[in-house]
């Protein structure tokens, strides 16, 4: 713990201005009176913001009048989680460029322990290269064929991706359209009124390793921040609307591959969440008998 007590407002303690430099650092402008030493309004408010990214503070609550030793922590393991995970991907954040409609009203944020699966999906469209033709999309991470990885919101903040396994997960969407079984054309879903139906895309391998990236910077994340990443799941395990949803080709070659390389678990050949279908054993051949 970096401080033992709480320190009020007006408090000139050594720590405040750590706790300012480091409310700083997380992107959290203090632009009045800066790192000046002085726990006043400004440093409070943001002190107060930070700890509602974290899950740990209602966003409707009251600005804080102190800062207490659990929140000093919290800021403490946030700084050092950034400069760990920061590295090992190369990802275009776009969170600060849209409004996060996306996010859940009533839960917007969880604590980083509640965070423990991937979910993976396809976007069934075309939503492109340019960053800025993702920010309607309400999901963490978009994947574009070309091997961009994009974030849109906070691992913290809870979006509407994935129905019931919202609140445990971070989205993945990889875009394009994919069959449901490779290799079967009509398991492709369609949009109504097209004039020539579509045939499923393949997976470029530039798009595949940064989804695996885009993973593997997560359960980083996810660690860095004093939580663990323990199952990915495709999202046809929570809605039978989704039965091709990634589709067995990213299933297989990312999916698997998360579970083989970094000990993810998809929970089982009977796992499925509100009205999800179970893994087919056209996607994965352990689960005989699972019908698409
Ligand atoms: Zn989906």
């Keep these: 713990m970096p401080i033992q007590n709480s320190l009020q407002k007006g408090s000139q303690d050594p720590y405040v201005s750590i706790a300012q430099s480091q409310l700083i650092s997380l992107g959290y402008s203090l632009p009045r009176f800066g790192a000046d030493g002085v726990l ?3 440093t409070l408010y943001a002190y107060g913001n930070f700890l509602v990214s974290q899950g740990l503070r209602a966003p409707a609550d009251e600005r804080p009048r102190s800062i207490t030793p659990t929140g000093a922590a919290a800021l403490e393991m946030a700084v050092q989680a950034a400069g760990q995970a920061g590295a090992t991907a190369n990802i275009i954040d776009e969170r600060a460029k849209h409004p996060h409609s996306g996010r859940s009203v ?3 944020y969880r604590t980083w322990p509640k965070i423990t699966a991937v979910v993976l999906h396809q976007t069934a469209s075309k939503i492109g290269e ?3 033709s993702w ?3 309400p999901i963490h991470f978009g994947i574009t064929r070309a091997g961009k990885i994009i974030q849109l919101y906070d691992l913290t903040e809870v979006c509407n991706h994935a129905n019931g396994l919202n609140g445990r997960s971070v989205g993945i969407e990889i875009d394009g359209w994919y069959a449901g079984i490779e290799g079967r ?3 492709l879903w369609q949009p109504k009124n097209l004039p020539t139906p579509r045939q499923p895309m393949n997976l470029p391998t530039a798009q595949a390793d940064a989804a695996k990236a885009a993973v593997q910077w ?3 994340a996810v660690a860095a921040n004093g939580g663990r990443m323990t199952h990915i799941h495709p999202h ?3 809605s039978k609307d989704r039965q091709s949803d990634p589709g067995s080709l990213i299933w297989q070659t990312v999916g698997l591959w998360a579970q083989n390389t970094l000990g993810l678990s998809d929970a ?4 499925t969440v509100g009205d999800g279908r179970a893994i087919p054993e056209a996607w994965d051949a352990r689960y005989t008998g699972n019908r698409y």
């Design 135 to 137: 920010h309607g999309v």
């Design 106 to 108: 009533s839960t917007p």
């Design 268 to 271: 089982g050949a009977a796992f």
């Design 218 to 220: 997560i359960v980083n």
């Design 40 to 42: 006043g309004d400004e």
């Design 236 to 238: 046809r395990q929570s």
């Design 130 to 132: 340019k960053p800025a």
């Design 185 to 187: 054309p009509e398991t």
